[in-house]
RNA sequence: UGUCCCAUAGUGUAACGGUAGCACUACAGUUUUUGGUACUGUCUGUCGAGGUUCAAAUCCUCGUGGGACAACCA
């Protein structure tokens, strides 16, 4: 709330000035998604914009179904979608709306134009108008349809919306300039003849609007004040304000914005579905996926995803945002809330040989050190252990802090015990540690023993470990920018190695883990619970690492 | 040989004619029963050339570089 943290994007100012000058009392934005695919972490970049604004300036957002190509639109894509924006913490006031919902309103405005003499019927071949375009640098040539009279495009839209022409037979196309240096305002096409079934308007329609005969149009009907989209749209702003003014209806103002690039992360509809379906990954919600059902699989928060979407800032400049913030963000959060759990994925067992056989000490544990809330949880120790195989070296390096021959070491929460020996199976491989441990180091008490450890290390007792299944998951890809190569393709550079599954061990209370609860295995990073787990055996998908400044020093030689 | 948009540390984003700041990253250090967290510090920036002005990242001009536009897609 303090002034000087006050700083304020574009958007927000232009809305400022449109509250101060009294131009609007409150604001309504929407969000108008094309339900032909999942959404994916840029879409959350514009359902944070667009509802933070609302919620921030006062007013409302829709949510609005842009389904005036029903080809490739599907009411499963509508479900995902809402589920999607709910799970992100965002309502829409219960009432989705549709641009299908205006198509008889659409077709009124159509006839207005026609009456104005400024649509008109073309008759012309796809090619032939294709032709007759142009190009950026070169003008157009008018249609030879273009001078129809008003009665004869009347009478022809009718019958197209009737159903008496094949597709692609005729185009409605406004009337405005074929020389224009701005492509969308060479005579663009209004509405198409698509014999096609529309998941909810069905077989009424035999006509649908092209893109920039429905998207103003709606936001006029919806009285959107500020009709926020993506860059690319910016040469169709004249065309946008042409049918406001041209049809006199209510004047929504766009307002363009670069969309979200990430690095290492493709964002394209279109090579998302290629990874699906060329099975590089599992679908829509594998947690390699850039989706929102993929990350919330992953275990990212929506607070997490919120955070990171209102730190990236809006602008207009191009923009390659470092997944280390996106990563950063969720770290954020999950160190408040994950609870604390000892697990381990590579297993090598240690004994205490000094320690009772039979004995099983219970240690009160915090279940969240950043929370004091969260409580403690009991957690059984005794003479067997597993402890993580990276924890223990036989030759370690001077900077290597852990176990190893005569090394000693504490076990979190418990004692500290010094390696004696180890035992080697047949492949040469660490088997088993034998260590004694010092009663008089125990954890919570006085600590008399005199050792000295350089680290502190995680265990699970081994008589009622609890068997998990670890899904470990790199990022997709090996290529800061993997749709950024002229001569290769992003399937060039997908990392073969994205997934790694670990059997491992987990603490006792791991059995009382239900979906898509958010852990921290100590020293490991943050998991979460997948849906795929079972009686047997559970299953958690890593979300992000800790930071790990030993792996790095070690990754660096 | 078009029209439009954009250009600030490695990345992202502020500064709205008056001290170039914040976050992430990287690197050092302090603390730590997580090589985590927290805390401290360091490195690094206004694309170029002119102009206006007491004063320019900011305004103007010209360059340079990047992007968008030629689906009956959105």
Known sequence: MSEETKSLNFIEQIIEEDLKSGKYTEIVTRFPPEPNGYLHIGHAKSIVLNFGLSQKYGGTTNLRFDDTNPIVEDIEYVESIMNDIHWLGYDWGGKEHYASDYFDQLYEF??????????YVDDSTIEEIKEMRGTPTKPGIESPYRNRSVEENLD?????????????????????DMASPNMHLRDPIMYRIKNAFHHRTEDKWKIYPMYDFAHGQSDAIEQITHSICTLEFETHRPLYNWFIDKLEIFPSRQIEFARLNLNYTIMSKRKLLQLVEEEIVEGWNDPRMPTISGMRRRGYTP??????CNRIGVAKRENIVDVALLEFSVREHLNKIALRRMVVTEPVKLIITNYPDGQTEWFDIDNNPEDENAGTRKVPFSKEVYIE?????????????RLGPGRSVRLKNAYKVTCDDYKLDDEGNVKEIYCTYHPNSKSGQPDTSGIKVKSTIHWVNVADAVPIQIRLYDRLFNDEAPDGHKDKDFMHFINHDSLKILDGYGEV?????????????????????????????????????LKDAWAKSRGKK
Do not use: C, H, W
Request: no cysteine; charged share 35%.
């Open 110 to 119: 159509a006839q207005k134009l026609i009456k104005k003499g400024l649509a």
């Open 156 to 176: 022809l839209f009718e019958r197209m919306k009737n159903g008496e022409f094949e597709d692609g037979s005729k185009v409605l196309r406004a009337k405005i």
């Open 303 to 308: 607070e997490a995803i919120r955070n990171f």
């Open 389 to 401: 195989k990276s924890d223990f070296m036989i030759d370690p390096p001077k900077k290597f802090f």
């Open 509 to 545: 209370n791991m059995k009382d883990a239900t979906m898509e609860d958010k852990f921290q295995f100590l020293r490991m990073g943050y998991f979460t619970m997948d849906f795929e787990s079972t009686a047997d055996e559970l299953v958690f998908n890593r979300t992000v690492t």
